[in-house]
């Protein structure tokens, strides 16, 4: 399985990104897909999940009504739209797959996640 990331940038501050995540090779059944970031000297930070049948989308406090994740399965592609970009949220996104369950089975862990992108610098101003 690899993930990779594009769509990151300059913008000013309350701009718009449009970030995508192609996944190529085949993820296990019923797992979550995410959307992290981290700012240098900063621990990375989970911003926005979804699980993969598409039914539950989960954001950060800091991202909720700014940012939404979606994918498009018949193009094994993950996005994330931002809009009234900050400064703060400059920093290097990626993409993840494979990720766990709740243990209630309906939202998504922040942590376990199997597979990777190599990320995509947004930078605010």
């Known amino acids: 399985v690899q993930l990779v990331e594009s769509g990151g940038g300059s913008v000013e501050t309350g701009g718009s990104l449009r970030l995508s995540c192609l996944v190529s090779g085949v993820t296990r059944g019923r797992r979550c897909m995410a959307w992290f970031r981290q700012s240098p000297g900063q621990e990375r930070e989970g911003v926005a999940s979804i699980t993969t049948d598409g039914r539950n989308r989960y954001y950060s406090d800091s991202v909720r009504g700014r940012f939404t994740i979606s994918q498009d399965t018949n193009k094994n592609t993950m996005y994330l739209q931002m809009n009234s970009l900050k400064p703060e949220d400059t920093a290097m996104y990626f993409c993840?797959?494979?990720?766990?369950?709740?243990?209630?089975?309906?939202?998504?862990?922040?942590?376990?996640?199997?597979?990777w992108g190599q990320g995509t610098q947004v930078t605010v101003s």
């Open positions: 993840a797959a494979e990720g766990p369950y709740t243990s209630t089975g309906i939202g998504c862990e922040w942590d376990g996640y199997t597979y």
